[in-house]
């Protein structure tokens, strides 16, 4: 995978790792930035443990020397981004598979917008999130209404539902 493939946020299948996401991979872009202070396009292979411990992996001494051993190589003691990848793609929790996700939440929208306005009033859509969680208190719905309709059209689009049905 290029740099452009990453920034251009599509899915990559790297090495022995798993299939990653643009968010995933805008995650290990950072990181990898983050410690590849000159500018070089590689990370020296010391700070690969302090990057996993980041991604929520403690990995002993000798497991960190075999995995290193494994993706730098080149052997030169730094780790360039598609190494990396390969390298951290093996420890990056799975996404749910958003397109389905959103097919799915797409479908529960229509059956809310029976006249298929592409749109609902924020009182079926507040309804909506009573019938989902009864305990939310109303100015607790006012608020995520507030906040979802933004520019205070009164209404709730598709991609307005997305973003609080996803977080």
Sequence with gaps: MSDTA????ESTSSGAGKELSKDQLKVLRDAFNAFDKEKTGSI?????GTIL???????????????????????SGQLEFEEFVALAS??????????????????????YDKDAKGYLPVEEFKAILR??????????LDDIVD???ADG?????????MEVMTG
């Design 147 to 149: 906040e979802i309709d």
């Design 131 to 140: 019938e989902l969680d009864g305990a939310v208190p109303e100015e607790e």
């Design 90 to 111: 093996n420890y990056v929790e799975p996404e749910e598979d958003y397109e389905a996700l959103r097919k799915e939440l797409r479908e529960v929208f229509m059956m």
């Design 153 to 161: 059209s009164g209404t709730v689009d598709f991609e307005e539902f």
């Design 6 to 9: 990453s920034e251009a946020g």
């Design 53 to 75: 411990e980041l991604l929520g992996h403690k990995l002993s001494e000798e497991e960190l020397d075999e995995v290193i051993e494994e993706y730098d190589e080149d052997e």
């Design 44 to 48: 020296p292979t010391d700070v690969v």
